[in-house]
């Protein structure tokens, strides 16, 4: 198997693995996925919301850090609901990125000769992941009420495993740029992400119950947190 094949096979393994854990277990609802879109009403309907907030905007509250700043003891209810949906809302614009950088890194190893554009696209679609962990340590440590203590346990076990799944990313993309032995130091590296699966879930499961419908989880999910 030529380099260029196997690099193509790695990369579909990340892509795989990518969908697999949703961008490590951080999934944004989605409506109406399969419903053809209707582009001219689209782009009406989004001139008339942007000008309705301009004329309706009120004054931003407070940004995740200044509500962090100098704060002792646990958050409000409302602080830390404001707190974990920045954060959240941080996450995904980052991660619908990283997943773009990691697509496009796919689509180059298509070619059949490694070349500089495939390691450029890999380059960035790794800087994209290591981005993303300080965006799930962040989570960590997060003095929540009393009322979602469980959601912040689950918050930040799934946080811990999703920095790791990050890890195992950037290091498999490393990995993959020695012709001799990346491609199987990879492989080996992907097999470890299987140690993550279930804690990387309870991410996105306690982010569903402090934010609820706007993070997509299971139905299994939602048939446990409704017991």
Do not use: W
């Not at 419903?35 to 509250?61: H, L």
């Not at 996450?91 to 070349?115: G, I, P, V, Y």
């Not at 498999?172 to 990387?200: C, F, I, N």
Request: net charge negative.
């Amino acid at each position: 198997m030529t380099h260029s094949k196997l690099f193509t096979r790695l990369c579909a393994a990340l892509l795989l693995s990518s969908t697999l854990f949703a961008l490590a277990g951080c999934n944004q609802q989605e409506d109406a996925k399969d419903e053809p879109e209707d582009t001219t009403s689209q782009t009406e309907a989004k001139e008339q919301e942007v000008s309705t907030q301009e004329e309706t905007q009120e004054p931003a509250g407070p940004t995740a850090e200044e509500i962090l700043e100098g704060k002792e003891g646990p958050l409000t209810e409302e602080e830390y609901v404001t707190v974990l949906q920045q954060y959240y809302d941080e996450l995904m614009t980052a991660s619908s990125e990283a997943s773009h950088l990691l697509d496009q890194a796919m689509m180059a190893a298509q070619e059949e000769e490694k070349t500089a554009a495939q390691i450029n696209k890999l380059e960035l679609a790794k800087g994209a992941m290591e981005n993303l962990r300080p965006m799930y340590t962040k989570f960590i440590g997060l003095e929540a009420p009393e009322v979602y203590l469980e959601a912040q346990a689950l918050i930040e076990q799934g946080a811990q495993a999703n920095d790791s799944v990050m890890r195992i990313y950037v290091e498999m993309m490393e990995a993959v740029k020695d012709e001799e032995t990346g491609v199987a130091e990879a492989l080996v590296l992907q097999r470890e992400l299987e140690d993550y699966t279930e804690d990387s879930q309870n991410f996105s499961k306690g982010l569903h119950m402090v934010l609820g419908e706007s993070v997509g989880v299971s139905d299994q999910t939602k048939s446990e947190l409704s017991e």
